[in-house]
């Protein structure tokens, strides 16, 4: 079945938006932390279980047929365990496989029912099973289904290539080793099986990771500059540091939107796992209800904070919060803002102060905080945000605001933009949270924030060896699971990698009778290189054809002398179709260097291009390009793992390539 938003011609999509201008919604309920998983010891020892099973969200009413996790003894939900883990610990986990088999994810995809997982973010080891019969951060592996009536037959569920992964059958064990100099910062875990995850993480199965304390890398009052009369390195910045930090709250929030089918039943609901971003086209429902309705009721667009409805984050007098937020969405794209309303006037948008985004630290080149009215987050982005009501009501003031902050707590709303595509996915604009912000007496209003960050530090010397099983050195050179020979870029000769991204009917062209008005749409991907860069156009249009994922094929083999602590390439990302995308590596960050913004939707300003700041994820302009140098150092990303798009609709539709890393000095 062909998606239901798209067509040959443009989409003609109108949202009757809508703001309350008489304050916020009554009945939100407090915004809920996750529960932790956590130890003191070597390992954080985790069993989690993905099954399908009913929520409750109140406000909604009873939705059944979700993708939940459940950390034992947890009962799966919306809101599945944190994992609070030390640079240097091992993750330990056993993943069990419950879900319902037998259940469609449509468009001739496999059945969601079986899975497995990634921990995105973190810079570890893909190895496949060890010794102990445990695996890395694999992504290849395939958990089938030990739920009531599933039959084992992985296989027949699947086409070609697929059919052919290592299996396990219930359960598999993971142990996922941390390294000791790994960077600080708010990561995520979710399935990845290719053609279903999109069911499953829009269904509701993700959770957070969280490595170190924010505190590592983030600083409210002190600058990093040492010619800085406000270095943090003196006794007074460090005691106004450590005030600043104990009247500062910390907040995680999951984004995670559901697409629901309307039940028989008064206040039931049904999630819907074949995605339809048309879902609300022509709703008249107003954004300021945390959802959309189609136009004949049958079906609804659910937007969640932490599994609940249009929650409510109270800030107390004299205190500034950090907002840790990871948009865990499938496949919508968020413009984040914060609004206050005015009684009969138009609404205003206040700043944040953006601490990180990725969830690693900003560049020690930013001693200024970030200032941002609004917040591009694209499906697995994470952003870390302050705010305080000191901050927030000398903004209400500058704009003859003021009165709302001395009427009373502030009430703000946490807003998701809108995005309007000509050609391509439309989100719609929604509310997602307020904000109750107390503003009396209390406030430090003299505070002058200063956030800056230190930056990870990827050039500092790999783990050692021992951290990981090593081979002895080959006797003979190193080779690709394909055969072929890794590939070494001469980064002085301008070398680079180019990857390039489209999707659309006839990617590749009319020859053999494609006809563009008839053919499905496709999603793929095109590596070439080494080239070398000229700054001409071409260097970023691919010479061969696009193709599909496919999990046996080596797209990318990179030879790299890990260890000796010195080796980085240059890519190029070009996005060559009409709609905006993302592009994500696994065991890997990098450094955005040069952008291209291409024919730009109505986003907000990309985030930082410079180096020293880096990235998992980075959004693409249509018909824009990205220049970026990422690392092969380190042990833990020797292997196979795969880079793609991060909106899970065109990964599961093929928008995804596989990368080898061949260790040339073993």
Same mark, same amino acid.
């Given at each position: 079945?062909?998606?239901?938003?798209?067509s040959?011609?443009?989409?003609?999509?109108?949202?009757?938006?809508m703001h309350?201008?008489?304050?916020?919604?009554?009945?939100?309920?407090p915004?809920?932390?996750?529960p932790?998983?956590?130890?003191?010891?070597?390992?954080?020892?985790?069993?989690?279980?993905?099954?399908?099973?009913s929520a409750?969200?109140?406000?909604i009413?009873?939705?059944?047929?979700l993708?939940?996790y459940?950390?034992s003894?947890?009962?799966?939900g919306?809101?599945?365990?944190?994992w609070?883990v030390?640079?240097?610990?091992?993750?330990?986990?056993?993943?069990?496989?419950?879900?319902?088999?037998g259940?469609?994810?449509?468009?001739?995809?496999?059945?969601p029912?079986?899975?497995?997982?990634?921990?995105?973010?973190?810079?570890v080891?893909?190895?496949?099973?060890?010794?102990?019969?445990?695996?890395?951060d694999?992504?290849?592996?395939i958990?089938e289904s030990?739920?009531?009536?599933c039959?084992?037959?992985?296989?027949?569920?699947?086409?070609?290539?697929?059919?052919?992964?290592p299996?396990?059958?219930?359960?598999?064990?993971?142990?996922?080793?941390?390294p000791a100099?790994h960077?600080?910062?708010?990561?995520?875990?979710?399935?990845?099986?290719?053609?279903?995850?999109? @069911?499953?993480?829009?269904?509701?199965?993700?959770?957070?990771i969280?490595?170190?304390?924010?505190w590592?890398?983030?600083?409210?009052?002190?600058?990093?500059?040492?010619?800085?009369?406000?270095?943090?390195?003196?006794?007074v910045?460090?005691?106004?540091?450590a005030?600043?930090?104990?009247?500062?709250?910390?907040?995680?929030?999951?984004? =995670?939107d559901?697409?629901?089918?309307?039940?028989?039943?008064?206040?039931r609901w049904?999630?819907?796992?074949?995605?339809?971003p048309?879902?609300?086209?022509?709703?008249?429902?107003?954004?300021s209800?945390?959802?959309?309705d189609?136009?004949?009721?049958?079906?609804?667009?659910?937007?969640?904070?932490n599994?609940?409805?249009?929650?409510r984050?109270?800030?107390?007098?004299?205190?500034?919060?950090v907002?840790?937020?990871?948009?865990v969405?499938a496949?919508?794209?968020?413009?984040?803002?914060?609004?206050?309303?005015?009684?009969?006037?138009?609404?205003?948008?206040?700043?944040?102060?953006?601490?990180?985004?990725d969830?690693?630290a =900003?560049?020690?080149?930013? +001693?200024?905080?970030?200032?941002s009215?609004?917040?591009?987050?694209?499906?697995?982005?994470?952003a870390?945000?302050?705010?305080?009501?000191?901050?927030?009501? =000398?903004?209400?003031?500058?704009?003859?605001?003021?009165?709302?902050?001395?009427?009373g707590?502030?009430h703000?709303v946490?807003?998701?933009?809108?995005?309007?595509q000509?050609?391509?996915?439309?989100?719609?604009?929604? $509310?997602?949270?307020?904000? +109750?912000?107390?503003?009396?007496?209390? $406030?430090?209003?003299?505070?002058v924030?200063?956030?800056?960050a230190?930056r990870?530090?990827?050039?500092?010397?790999?783990?050692?060896?021992?951290?990981l099983?090593?081979g002895?050195?080959?006797?003979?050179?190193?080779?690709?699971?394909?055969?072929?020979?890794?590939t070494?870029?001469d980064?002085?000769a301008?070398?680079?990698?180019?990857?390039?991204?489209k999707?659309?009917a006839?990617?590749?062209?009319t020859?053999?009778?494609?006809?563009?008005?008839?053919?499905?749409?496709?999603?793929?991907?095109?590596?070439?290189g080494?080239r070398?860069?000229?700054?001409?156009?071409?260097?970023?249009?691919?010479?061969?054809p696009?193709?599909?994922?496919?999990h046996?094929r080596?797209?990318?083999c990179?030879?790299?002398?890990?260890?000796?602590?010195?080796?980085?390439?240059?890519?190029?990302? @070009?996005?060559?179709?009409?709609?905006?995308h993302?592009?994500?590596?696994?065991?890997?960050?990098?450094?955005?260097?040069?952008?291209?913004?291409g024919?730009?939707?109505?986003?907000?300003?990309?985030?930082?291009?410079?180096?020293? @700041?880096?990235?998992?994820?980075?959004?693409?302009?249509?018909?824009?390009?990205?220049?970026?140098?990422?690392?092969f $150092?380190?042990?833990?990303?020797?292997g196979?793992?795969?880079?793609?798009c991060?909106?899970?609709?065109?990964?599961? =539709?093929?928008?995804m390539?596989?990368i080898?890393?061949?260790d040339?000095?073993?």
């Open positions: 079945m062909r998606h239901l938003s798209r040959a011609g443009k989409r003609a999509i109108t949202f009757l938006v309350v201008m008489f304050g916020v919604q009554a009945s939100q309920e915004l809920r932390e996750p932790v998983r956590a130890s003191a010891g070597p390992s954080v020892s985790v069993t989690l279980t993905a099954s399908n099973g409750t969200v109140p406000g009413g009873r939705i059944d047929g993708y939940l459940g950390a003894p947890q009962t799966p919306l809101l599945p365990a944190l609070r030390r640079a240097g610990q091992h993750v330990r986990l056993t993943l069990k496989n419950r879900l319902t088999c259940l469609s994810a449509g468009e001739g995809r496999a059945p029912d079986e899975t497995n997982i990634h921990t995105h973010g973190l810079i080891s893909p190895h496949t099973k060890n010794a102990q019969g445990r695996y890395g694999f992504a290849f592996v958990v030990q739920a009531a009536g039959t084992g037959t992985m296989a027949s569920g699947h086409a070609g290539h697929m059919a052919m992964l299996t396990e059958q219930g359960q598999a064990q993971y142990d996922i080793a941390v100099d960077p600080s910062g708010l990561y995520w875990y979710h399935p990845h099986v290719h053609s279903v995850s999109g @069911a499953q993480v829009g269904g509701g199965m993700s959770g957070l969280t490595v170190g304390d924010i590592d890398y983030a600083y409210l009052t002190c600058s990093l500059d040492p010619a800085s009369p406000g270095h943090c390195g003196s006794a910045t460090r005691q106004r540091e005030q600043a930090r104990a009247r500062t709250d910390l907040h995680h929030l999951m984004l =995670k559901l697409q629901l089918a309307r039940g028989t039943t008064p206040g049904s999630y819907n796992p074949i995605f339809d048309g879902l609300c086209d022509g709703s008249t429902t107003a954004p209800q945390g959802f959309c189609a136009t004949d009721g049958s079906r609804r667009w659910l937007f969640t904070v599994g609940q409805h249009l929650p984050i109270d800030l107390g007098a004299g205190r500034g919060a907002l840790r937020i990871a948009n969405s496949n919508v794209t968020h413009i984040l803002r914060l609004r206050a309303d005015r009684q009969g006037g138009t609404p205003l948008y206040l700043p944040f102060q953006v601490m990180a985004v969830g690693v =900003k560049s020690t080149a930013t +001693q200024r905080p970030a200032t009215r609004q917040v591009l987050m694209m499906p697995a982005s994470r870390e945000l302050y705010v305080s009501a000191a901050t927030l009501c =000398k903004d209400l003031a500058a704009h003859g605001a003021a009165q709302l902050c001395s009427s707590p502030l703000l946490l807003e998701q933009k809108g995005l309007a000509p050609d391509a996915d439309t989100w719609p604009p929604m $509310d997602l949270a307020t904000l +109750q912000v107390a503003t009396g007496a209390g $406030d430090f209003a003299d505070e924030l200063n956030i800056a230190t990870p530090d990827t050039t500092a010397p790999p783990a050692p060896a021992s951290a099983v090593r002895a050195a080959a006797a003979t050179a190193p080779a690709c699971d394909d055969g072929s020979t890794p070494t870029l980064a002085a301008g070398q680079y990698r180019l990857i390039a991204l999707n659309g006839c990617i590749n062209g020859a053999g009778g494609c006809d563009p008005a008839t053919a499905p749409e496709v999603f793929g991907m095109v590596t070439e080494p070398t860069w000229s700054g001409a156009p071409g260097d970023v249009v691919p010479t061969q696009y193709r599909e994922f496919a046996d080596v797209d990318m990179v030879g790299a002398p890990i260890g000796t602590h010195d080796y980085a390439e240059s890519w190029v990302i @070009a996005n060559q179709s009409g709609e905006l993302n592009f994500h590596v696994h065991q890997s960050k990098f450094e955005v260097l040069a952008t291209s913004r024919a730009a939707p109505d986003v907000a300003a990309l985030p930082p291009t410079k180096e020293g @700041a880096f990235h998992d994820t980075y959004p693409i302009d249509p018909g824009g390009w990205i220049k970026l140098r990422i690392r $150092d380190r042990p833990e990303q020797v196979r793992f795969v880079y793609h991060h909106i899970l609709e065109h990964e599961d =539709k093929g928008m390539s596989v080898q890393v061949v040339t000095t073993h």
